[in-house]
């Protein structure tokens, strides 16, 4: 997917741990994880909203775009 969460940095550029971050977001630390590493397949915007808030960041700062032979559409039915 050409979309790359960067929740580690950020949380490294905080000092802050995912299970600090989860109460703090009231996610639970196994949804954040699945966030993190690049496995989910979405993301509320109530959640990304909680998770800048929390982070004191923009969202682009943690999604970013990378174009790749993955960027290929899919098909939809």
């Given at each position: 997917?050409?979309?790359?969460?960067?929740?580690?940095?950020?949380?490294?550029?905080r000092r802050m741990s995912?299970?600090?971050?989860?109460?703090?977001?009231?996610?639970?630390?196994?949804?954040?994880?699945?966030?993190?590493?690049?496995?989910?397949?979405?993301?509320?915007?109530?959640?990304?909203?909680?998770?800048?808030?929390?982070?004191?960041?923009?969202p682009g700062d943690l999604?970013?775009?990378?174009?790749?032979?993955?960027?290929?559409?899919?098909?939809?039915?």
């Amino acid at each position: 997917m050409p979309i790359r969460v960067q929740l580690d940095r950020v949380l490294f550029e905080r000092r802050m741990s995912l299970t600090e971050l989860a109460d703090r977001v009231g996610v639970t630390i196994a949804n954040l994880s699945i966030l993190k590493t690049g496995k989910a397949r979405a993301v509320r915007f109530s959640t990304l909203a909680a998770l800048c808030r929390e982070l004191e960041c923009q969202p682009g700062d943690l999604l970013a775009y990378e174009a790749g032979p993955s960027d290929e559409p899919e098909d939809e039915p």
